[in-house]
């Protein structure tokens, strides 16, 4: 409260001393320094006028399709490039509204380079300037809107090109920020136009505006070219804005895909992979069986009495048997193996060895289960069990050898209980 006092103080005693200078600022020797200020011809102005008005709409249609707070600010800042440019262009030496439309020029100048700030700004994640920071434009808007009409147009020339230059430089410096942390290219060539652009409007101001007019209007033409090239670096950065948006999105595409494949082809209680993966991948594991005679053998692996634990222990307990059974199995299988849950209480093993072999690792699971501390907690009887076979070498498909390796593992069943063998 006490600032925003001291703010509104300071503003109305600025504003008071230019009322008063006012009347006697018409005659002075400043007229002198003002028949320099028109550095250009009106039409060279008017033409840089014009293609910034040109490079304004550009952006806009831009910010239209891309919605992006930066563009709208690049907009408005070339927008009051290009009045500024318009009023600059008028004669400044003789008249009071030609002064005024100076110094309203180089608002619109500062103005111009303050919006480029705010729009590297924006793009951050995390923008600092907020529309209150605005309230520093009204004591600049007084003095360069006031200023030329008590003391001439040359009381604003130095200030204005001073501050835009600073100011610039400021803009260039975060441009040249988000080229280190986005890699743009757009950004390195934006942020480098404009750091030079400012050094242009310091030898500007520093530089007497009676002697060396010529030097001040290359100075000018020098700018201009500059923001043009600044013009088509915003261009590129909103390319390459759009760009990595897209890649990003693509990215979370991708993994958003690939997370639905993973439910796909995933039993969700189990994590252990199903029926849908089994069809895939059968087809390419039935190739190389058949093309380098790598050994293919199906191993059913059942568990006995399961109705028992959903009965007298609950679903939950049932559940968690199926998890545990899963977890049993994909340890004691190599990774080059597949373990699937082939529905129910069923599990499924894809096995890179011959029928003997899948038949000593059946009876290896079905003992090592019977023998595991959990199985004290679960009904009598329960336990597992199994049948396999082995896939022929010439076989089109797994449906015989699964056909086979089902009626065994039901043989199986019917022999001597996990009981017998848990009492070995």
């Not at 709409?57 to 831009?62: D, Q, S, T």
Request: proline share 3%; hydrophobic share 50%.
């Amino acid at each position: 409260m006490q600032a925003g006092r001291t703010f509104l103080a300071s503003v109305s005693l600025l504003l008071l001393w230019l009322l008063v200078a006012i009347p006697f600022g018409a005659a002075t020797d400043a007229d002198a320094v003002d028949a320099a200020i028109d550095i250009t011809a009106p039409q060279a102005t008017r033409l840089a006028s014009g293609a910034a008005a040109i490079i304004t709409g550009l952006l806009l249609l831009l910010f239209l399709y891309r919605r992006r707070p930066y563009i709208l600010l690049w907009t408005g800042g070339w927008g009051s490039l290009a009045l500024s440019l318009a009023l600059g262009g008028r004669d400044a030496a003789t008249t009071k509204s030609g002064a005024l439309a100076f110094g309203a020029a180089q608002f619109l100048g500062l103005i111009s380079a303050m919006l480029f700030v705010a729009a590297a700004d924006a793009y951050q994640p995390k923008p600092r300037l907020r529309l209150r920071h605005s309230a520093l434009l009204v004591p600049l808007a007084i003095w360069f809107l006031l200023s030329p009409l008590a003391l001439g147009a040359a009381a604003v020339r130095t200030p204005g090109y001073l501050l835009s230059g600073i100011t610039l430089a400021a803009a260039g410096a975060f441009h040249l920020v988000i080229l280190r942390q986005a890699r743009f290219l757009g950004a390195g060539v934006v942020g480098t136009m404009l750091l030079i652009t400012s050094l242009t409007d310091v030898w500007m101001a520093l530089t007497p505006g009676g002697s060396a007019a010529q030097g001040l209007s290359e100075a000018f033409l020098a700018g201009l070219a500059l923001y043009l090239v600044t013009a088509l670096g915003m261009q590129l950065m909103t390319f390459e804005d759009m760009t990595f948006e897209l890649r990003r999105a693509n990215t979370r595409l991708e993994t958003a895909q690939s997370e639905l494949r993973q439910m796909v082809v995933t039993d969700a209680l189990t994590g252990c992979r199903n029926r849908r993966f089994f069809d895939e991948i059968i087809a390419h594991e039935l190739n190389l069986h058949r093309r380098y005679g790598t050994p293919l053998s199906l191993l059913f692996v059942d568990i006995d009495h399961f109705k028992a634990i959903n009965d007298t222990l609950g679903h939950a307990a049932g559940d968690r048997t199926l998890r545990d059974v899963a977890a049993f199995l994909v340890k004691k299988t190599r990774d080059a193996d597949y373990v699937f849950r082939w529905g129910g209480d069923e599990f499924l093993l894809l096995l890179s060895c011959r029928e003997d072999e899948a038949q000593r690792r059946g009876s290896e699971l079905q003992l090592e289960f019977a023998r595991s501390p959990g199985i004290a907690a679960l009904p009598h009887g329960v336990g597992l069990s199994f049948g396999c076979a082995e896939v022929s070498p010439l076989a089109e498909t797994a449906l015989d050898a699964l056909k086979l390796a089902d009626e065994r593992m039901y043989s199986n069943k019917r022999a001597p209980r996990m009981s017998e063998i848990r009492a070995v």
